[in-house]
């Protein structure tokens, strides 16, 4: 199998895994104090005072790395990952020493009619920890190209 895939070779229940990525207190205040400046995710004393009960990392951390993690997953998608829309859900937060890792699954595939070129692929994500834990679960609409005539 290529390195890389085309719409044609995308189907339905079609399964990907993607690396890991050891997350730790100091990634997790770095990213927050520059986007996301929150006590929650900024500083772990006063961060036992909210919601989380604890030092957490922010949703769009947690989706940073999710990204992250699917450009990385092998094979590819041609032309990489172009988003047309989408639906993410933080079912519980990330937090420092957890080991995230995305699996994937292509849940639609669909030629365009207007667009000979191309097609749109619907994939559901899951970020999940060390534990199996759900984290985000990312549904997204990907811009998928065809394989070129002159490249069977």
């Keep these: 199998m290529s390195d890389l895939l085309y719409l044609e ?9 993607s690396p890991m990525h050891a997350l730790d207190a100091a990634q997790i205040k770095a990213f927050a104090s520059q986007f996301d400046p929150q006590p929650f995710h900024t500083d772990e004393a006063a961060a ?3 919601f989380f009960g604890g030092l957490a990392a922010s949703g ?9 993690l699917l450009a990385s997953t092998k094979p590819g998608i041609a032309g990489g990952l172009i988003g047309a829309g989408g639906e993410i859900a933080w079912p519980q937060p990330t937090r420092p020493d ?3 890792q995305v699996t ?3 849940l639609e595939v669909k030629p365009s009619r207007s667009k000979p070129e191309r097609g749109m692929a619907v994939m559901r994500s899951e ?3 060390q534990r199996g834990e759900v984290l985000q679960i990312l549904t997204s609409r990907l811009i998928v190209p065809k394989r070129r005539p002159e490249a069977i």
């Design 104 to 106: 994937s699954e292509i």
């Design 98 to 100: 957890d080991v995230l």
């Design 48 to 50: 036992k005072a909210t």
């Design 127 to 129: 970020t999940k920890n």
């Design 60 to 68: 769009w951390h947690t989706a940073a790395i999710t990204m992250k």
């Design 9 to 17: 070779d995308l189907v339905v229940g079609q399964k990907f895994t």
